[in-house]
């Protein structure tokens, strides 16, 4: 199961990243707050699990 992270990067963009099991965070999508919320919710990536 991978965590996501959500940073404000200012205005209305946001990076999604998700914790790697090497103990570091990878970036995988910059896009507002909508744009990243609805790719963890589609699961574009392969990345994330919700319950």
Known sequence: ME?????WTGGDDYNLAYFRHTGKWQDCLSGTLDEC???IKDN????????
Do not use: C, P, Y
């Open 37 to 39: 919320l609805q790719a």
């Open 44 to 51: 574009e990536f392969g990345l994330f699990w919700i319950f």
């Open 3 to 7: 965590i996501a992270r959500l940073g």
